[in-house]
C-alpha cells in the first residue's frame, strides 16, 4: 500500500490558473473522493498526480519517491477512464493483459494473471470476447482490470460510472469499493456526484475554483459544512437570511417578516441536536437547511424550539416516497419533502429543527456563490 502526498500544486492552462496551490495526503489503503461542480480542477488535479498534465509549480511523491517530473509510465499509477478507452479491435483478455505486454511479463504470467482478473470482476466466460460486444458495465469492469492487473501503487478513477445507466452505476459502486478495501490499495476517484463520493470514499476533498474548500469523512462534510458554498454543494441548498445573535451555548434569532423570535441551542461543540453558527457575536446570516430535514406542519400547529418559516404551497410533486412541495416564504420559494399529501394554496409552516441549520455570515455566503 503506497501513500500520495499533494504539495503546493499548481497548474495554469493557457496563463489561467486552474489549480491554486493544492495540499493533499492521501494515506495508504485510502479511498479519497474529489468532488466538485464543472471546471473546479478536480480532473486537472487527478491528471497531474498521473503525469498526464504538467505542474507549474509544488510537488507530487507517490510511496515516498517524488515524482514531479516523472513521466506518467515511472509513477506507478494507473487511470481508469471515463470513456473506458479499449482497444476496440482485442478481446477482454486481449486489453486486460494489454499492461502487463508492454511491460514484457511471460506469457503464462500474463495468462494467469489475466485469468485472475476475470474471476475478481464477474467476467468469466468473456475473456475471448470482443469488447465491442460487452454492455458498458462489462467494459467498465474491463479497464477497471487492466489498471488493476499491473498492480499499480495508486489507483486513479477519472469519473469511471458517469456513461453507465443508473441500475449499473448503483452496482459498480459498492463493486468497486468492495474490491478496493479487499486489495488494500490506495485509490482517488474523481466525481461530481455527491452520493457517489459519500458511498464509496474514505475521505472527499471537495474543490471550488481550483483550491480545496474542505476535507474530511463523508459524516463529517455533511453534519459541519466549513462554508457556505460547501453546504450548498452537499444540498444544504434552501437559504433564509436572518438577524441572529450568537451567545455561549445559543442562537437568538430575531423576528421576522416571515418568522417569529426563537433562542435554539448550538450544535458546534459536539452537542446532538443543535444548529451549526460560523459566526462570532451577532448579524445578519444565511441558514441553511436541506429539503429533506425539515417537515410541513399546518399553521398554528409548529413546536417549540424550531425555527418556523409561514408561507404557501406553490407546487406540489411526487418523486416517489414523500411528497416534495415548493413553498412560498415572502418572495422566496423553498423546497421542502414531506409525507403528507396537501393542495397547492395551502398556508404551511416550515418547521426547521436546530440541528437541520448550517448558518454562515451574509458576507461568507456572498463569497461561496463565486
Not at 66 to 94: C, G, I, N
Not at 227 to 243: H, I, K, R, T
Not at 259 to 276: I, T
Amino acid at each position: 500500500m503506497a501513500e500520495l502526498h499533494v504539495e503546493n500544486l499548481t497548474v495554469a492552462y493557457g496563463g489561467s490558473r486552474v489549480l491554486n496551490g493544492v495540499s493533499l495526503h492521501v494515506r495508504p489503503g485510502e479511498f479519497v473522493a474529489l468532488l466538485g461542480s464543472s471546471g473546479c480542477g478536480k480532473t486537472t488535479l487527478l491528471r497531474a498526480v498521473s503525469g498526464f498534465v504538467p505542474v507549474d509549480g509544488g510537488r507530487i511523491a507517490i510511496a515516498g519517491r517524488d515524482v514531479t517530473k516523472a513521466p506518467p509510465e515511472r509513477r506507478d499509477t494507473a487511470m481508469v477512464f471515463q470513456s473506458y478507452a479499449l482497444w476496440p479491435h482485442m478481446s477482454t483478455a486481449q486489453n486486460i493483459g494489454y499492461g502487463l505486454k508492454l511491460r514484457r511479463w511471460p506469457r503464462p504470467r500474463i495468462a494467469e494473471r489475466v485469468a485472475e482478473m476475470l474471476r475478481l470482476l464477474k467476467l468469466d466466460g468473456l475473456a475471448d470476447r470482443n469488447v465491442t460486444q460487452l454492455s458498458g458495465g462489462q467494459r467498465q469492469r474491463v479497464a477497471l482490470g487492466r489498471a488493476l492487473a499491473v498492480n499499480p501503487d495508486i489507483l486513479l478513477l477519472d469519473e469511471p460510472l458517469s456513461n453507465l445507466d443508473a441500475r449499473i452505476r448503483l452496482e459498480l459502486r459498492h463493486e468497486i469499493r468492495a474490491l478496493q478495501q479487499r486489495l488494500g490499495i490506495t485509490a482517488v476517484h474523481v466525481t461530481h456526484d455527491r452520493e457517489e463520493a459519500m458511498v464509496m470514499a474514505d475521505r472527499i476533498v471537495i474543490l471550488n475554483a481550483g483550491s480545496i474548500a474542505q476535507i474530511g469523512t463523508p459524516e463529517e462534510i455533511y453534519r459541519r459544512p466549513a462554508s457556505a458554498f460547501v453546504a450548498s454543494f452537499l444540498g444544504a441548498d434552501n437559504v433564509v437570511p436572518l438577524q441572529a445573535t450568537r451567545t455561549e451555548r445559543t442562537l437568538e434569532i430575531a423576528a421576522g417578516p416571515d418568522h417569529d423570535a426563537v433562542s435554539l441551542p448550538l450544535g458546534n461543540d459536539g452537542a446532538q441536536g443543535g444548529a451549526q453558527v460560523e459566526m462570532p457575536g451577532s448579524g445578519p446570516v444565511a441558514a441553511h437547511f436541506r429539503t429533506e430535514s425539515v417537515r410541513l406542519a399546518a399553521a398554528g400547529q409548529t413546536p417549540a424550539d424550531t425555527l418556523v418559516l409561514h408561507g404557501r404551497i406553490t407546487q406540489a410533486t411526487y418523486p416517489g416516497g414523500r411528497w416534495r412541495y415548493g413553498v412560498a416564504v415572502g418572495g422566496t420559494v423553498f423546497l421542502v419533502d414531506d409525507d403528507d399529501r396537501r393542495t397547492v394554496g395551502d398556508a404551511v409552516a416550515i418547521v426547521i429543527p436546530p440541528s437541520a441549520l448550517h448558518c454562515f455570515p451574509l458576507r461568507q455566503e456572498a463569497a461561496g456563490t463565486a
